[in-house]
């Protein structure tokens, strides 16, 4: 994935960009929030959860649809059979909760 290649590139490289401090993953991680679209579908699933384990971004992930285009994801279909519950809830609620700080808003 592009976070590993990044990081590799850095190793190899840092003494030319010694701004850079840390990791560049770890600066991915701590700034960006990414979405399930676009995102194309991995033949076996087992590849989606393999990617998720690999960028460790689970808290960072959100749903997408990219509704009003004809191809959208629709929310029971956009993340493979086997996500536990605990991560459907993140991805689909629980990540934009933290993201927009809906925790915060006074009824």
Do not use: C
């Not at 592009?2 to 600066?27: A, F, G, H, I, N």
Request: charged residues 35%.
């Amino acid at each position: 994935p592009l976070m590993w290649r990044l990081d590799q590139t850095w190793k190899q490289l840092k003494d030319e960009v010694p701004q850079v401090k840390r990791l560049p993953s770890e600066y991915i991680r701590e700034h960006f929030w990414i979405t399930t679209q676009p995102m194309e579908e991995p033949p076996q699933r087992e590849y989606f959860f393999q990617l998720l384990e690999q960028m460790d971004m689970n808290d960072r992930l959100m749903f997408a649809t990219d509704y009003p285009h004809w191809d959208f994801d629709a929310p029971d279909r956009a993340l493979p059979e086997g996500t536990s519950k605990e991560l459907k809830r993140a991805i689909l609620a629980e990540n934009a909760r933290k993201l927009y700080r809906f925790d915060k808003l006074k009824n």
